[in-house]
Every structure is written in structure tokens, then in C-alpha cells.
Nanobody
Framework: QVQLVESGGGLVRAGGSLRLSCAAS????????MGWFRQAPGKEREFVAA???????YYKDLVKGRFTISRDKAKNTVYLQMNSLKPEDTAVYYC?????????????????WGQGTQVTVSS
């Protein structure tokens, strides 16, 4: 099990940038695949991006070219750099972890979740 704490959310104007961080506890962090999901009011939680233990990355089509997921194993932290933000990116963003990733974008694949951080993009 790994504990996850997100930070970096906030209010930003359309076109702006934010970098989310997810700090993980546990000595086996490097073995986990990590994902970012988001949930807007009245909508289901959706996949945003993921990075495997080996560094392979995956993105939701709508964020490709704007968002970048990365990880720093020495700091036990995964990041989500978000550029060219749009009002439709407004949501609570969650960090998640799994040791056994088979379906990248499926929330049920992830065993551990953070508490979420709010991102609000104004028009």
C-alpha cells in the first residue's frame, strides 16, 4: 500500500499553466504505475494520464500535447504539468497508484488514491 498526497491545484485563467504534484510514501514507489484522473461536478471520474514504472506514458486524447506526466523516483513524486488550460479542464484531480496495471485508463486498476486537488480554469 502507498499513501498519496496531491498538491498544486488552484485557480488559473484559460491558457495558463499549473503543475500538480503527488507525493507518495513507501519504499516500493518505483515499482508502481501512477495515474492521474479527474472528476468534474456531475460527471464520472475520467482518466487523464499514466506513467508506468518503466517510464512509458499514456494520455487521454483531449490532453495530448498539453499535459505531461513525469515521475521522480528519488523524490517519490509524480507530476502532471498542465499547459494551455481550458475551462473544461476544471475538475478535482486525483493521483492513483497500482502495482499491476493492465488497462491504463481504468480506475478499477488502481489500488491507492489521493484525496484530490481542485483545479479551476476561468474563461
Amino acid at each position: 500500500q502507498v499513501q498519496l498526497v496531491e498538491s498544486g491545484g488552484g485557480l488559473v485563467r484559460a491558457g495558463g499553466s499549473l503543475r500538480l504534484s503527488c507525493a507518495a510514501s513507501g519504499r516500493t514507489f518505483s515499482s508502481y504505475a501512477m495515474g492521474w484522473f479527474r472528476q468534474a461536478p456531475g460527471k464520472e471520474r475520467e482518466f487523464v494520464a499514466a506513467i508506468t514504472s518503466g517510464g512509458s506514458t499514456y494520455y487521454k486524447d483531449l490532453v495530448k500535447g498539453r499535459f505531461t506526466i513525469s515521475r521522480d523516483k528519488a523524490k517519490n513524486t509524480v507530476y502532471l504539468q498542465m499547459n494551455s488550460l481550458k475551462p473544461e479542464d476544471t475538475a478535482v484531480y486525483y493521483c492513483a497508484a497500482t502495482l499491476n496495471l493492465r488497462v491504463v485508463g481504468a480506475s478499477y486498476e488502481y489500488s491507492d488514491w489521493g484525496q484530490g486537488t481542485q483545479v479551476t480554469v476561468s474563461s
